[in-house]
Every structure is written in structure tokens, then in C-alpha cells.
């Protein structure tokens, strides 16, 4: 079954600072418009994923970065507004997610911020919620188990984490899903590959194969 998307974190949405400075920094130039050009080709994904060889992908583009948790790590909270964003799902040739056939899916998410200032403070707001969310908490009346990770050093920052989930099923009572991602901050761009599967922990290898994949395709 071709999905639309899965429960993707929603990435990114909150807070850009203003300088206080009295002279005004720089600005920084305007990047390109992101597109499919800044993620992983088909091609490339299926050299982890044979499966998805002579597949197909939907492109979105985005202006948030969520996290499944706010202050209390219950419910969601917005930690980022890029200024860009944009992200991908991918799919078998005869049009299937991986993750509804019992494999494990692959979304990376590529942001672009105003700043590297504004990308650091991201990552700090990520850092902080993976370290005060260790363990149980809640999103959407769901309840989830999250583990920081450390993943292969990318990039000038690097997060990972994963988290398993259990949520109310109509038909069989409850259902479960497993999560990871890596983070990987590069200037003022921050690439977020999330991973799911639905009876095993996604691989971190496998993450940050598409990191690195996703940091030389943008």
C-alpha cells in the first residue's frame, strides 16, 4: 500500500533572534530555491535499499521543524522556522512504502536557515529535548520510549536519537513504531534523515549513510 506520508516529525518552526547589536551583521547571501535536486535520488537510496530500485519518490516542501515533544515532552513543539525546507519520501517500483511491507522507510529532510546562528540554536533546542525527554514520554496520545544515540561525527553538529512507539489500533488493540534519526548541522543548513520501521529499531548505520548522501546531494 503507497502511503501519502507517515508520521514525519514535521520539521522545523520557531525563532528566528533579532541582533541587539547596534550595527546590523552582514547578511548572508540568498541561497537557491531548495528543491529535489538537494535530496537523494532514487538511485542513490537504492544503493542502501535495494528494494527501492526503479522506484519513485514524492518531493514537499516545508517552513517547520517540529520535535514529538514540547517543555514537558508531552504533545509536539515547533523548535525552528528555516527560511527553506524540503524533504522526500521514496517508494518501491510498484509504488509501496517500505515501511508497509515490513522494511524500514527513509525520509531526509534538508533546512535552510537565515543564519548560522539560527542553525546552532536549532541544534541546541534539539540537543535539549533528546537529553530531557530520555526515557518515556507522550506525543498525540501516543506513548514513546526515547534513547539518545551517537551516531558517526558529520558535519560541524551531529544528533541522533530514536524513539519506540505504541499507540491505540482500532483493529489489533495497539500498534507499534520505531523511529531514528540523525541530525547533522552544516553551516546554515541542518539535514535530518528519519528512519521507521514498524517490528524492528531502523539501522544507525543506515542513517548516516543518507546523511551523508543528503549533505552531499544539497
Known amino acids: 500500500m503507497r502511503r501519502a506520508s507517515v508520521a514525519v516529525p514535521l520539521l522545523l518552526a520557531g525563532l528566528v533572534a533579532a541582533?541587539?547589536?547596534?550595527?546590523?551583521?552582514?547578511?548572508?547571501?540568498?541561497?537557491?530555491?531548495?528543491?529535489?535536486?538537494?535530496?537523494?535520488?532514487?538511485?542513490?537510496?537504492?544503493?542502501?535499499?535495494?528494494?527501492?530500485?526503479?522506484?519513485?519518490?514524492?518531493?514537499?516542501?516545508?517552513?517547520?521543524?517540529?520535535?514529538?515533544?514540547?517543555?514537558?515532552?508531552?504533545?509536539?513543539?515547533t523548535i525552528g522556522h528555516p527560511r527553506q525546507a524540503v524533504w522526500a519520501s521514496y517508494y518501491t517500483a510498484s509504488g509501496d512504502d517500505p515501511y508497509f511491507q515490513g522494511g524500514e522507510s527513509a525520509s531526509p529532510f534538508v533546512h535552510k536557515f537565515g543564519t548560522r546562528r539560527a542553525a546552532r540554536q536549532v541544534m541546541r533546542r534539539l540537543r535539549a529535548y533528546v537529553r530531557r525527554c530520555q526515557g518515556r514520554h507522550h506525543s498525540d496520545g501516543t506513548r514513546g520510549s526515547l534513547h539518545e544515540l551517537v551516531p558517526p561525527a558529520l558535519g560541524q553538529e551531529t544528533v541522533g536519537y530514536q524513539i519506540s512507539w505504541r499507540y491505540p489500533n482500532v483493529v489489533t488493540g495497539s500498534s507499534k513504531r520505531r523511529e531514528l534519526h540523525v541530525v547533522v548541522r552544516d553551516g546554515r543548513?541542518?539535514?535530518?534523515?528519519?528512519?521507521?520501521?514498524?517490528?524492528?529499531?531502523?539501522s544507525l548505520d543506515h542513517g548516516a549513510r543518507v546523511a551523508e548522501l543528503t549533505l552531499r546531494a544539497s
Open 19 to 77: 541582533s541587539t547589536s547596534a550595527a546590523a551583521a552582514p547578511a548572508e547571501p540568498v541561497a537557491p530555491r531548495l528543491s529535489g535536486k538537494d535530496l537523494p535520488s532514487v538511485g542513490d537510496l537504492a544503493t542502501i535499499y535495494p528494494e527501492l530500485a526503479g522506484g519513485s519518490r514524492d518531493v514537499v516542501h516545508t517552513r517547520t521543524y517540529d520535535v514529538n515533544a514540547a517543555r514537558d515532552c508531552i504533545g509536539v513543539r
Open 189 to 202: 543548513r541542518i539535514v535530518d534523515v528519519f528512519l521507521q520501521a514498524e517490528t524492528f529499531m531502523p
